[in-house]
């Protein structure tokens, strides 16, 4: 049972937005806990250091289990042993090819659909994130 297992959803979150935040408290309704890893690449548009503070910001107003790290290896490319070390039981993705290797490392799986259509875009006032949860 879900109930029972911890959940790992990776991603860039460039920017967070509205998708990620709701896919994210679905997760937690879901699961016991969900460990949200944003992938640290230097391609991307806003610093993680911006991304981790408004993930752990917008997620401390929701109910649920949350932790929020930082990776720079993607999980496309991850090993078992790297992904030992995070104590999930179950990889969350809308990414077929991060989902594609992580079943192949012996890991189970399961597709999240990607919600563009409630992509809300919030910029570097993360605080906004904030009303969009009450």
Known sequence: MSADKIALFSGRFDDVHKSHIINIQRLGQKYKKVIVVILDHNEQEYPVSYRYKALSEALSYSKGNYEVLVNTIHFAEITKDEWDKYG?????????????????????????????EDHATYGRNYKKIKELLN
């Open 88 to 116: 999930a039981d179950v990889y969350v993705s809308g990414n077929l090819d991060c989902l594609k290797h992580i079943e192949g490392i012996g890991i189970e799986t399961e597709y999240v659909e990607r919600a563009y």
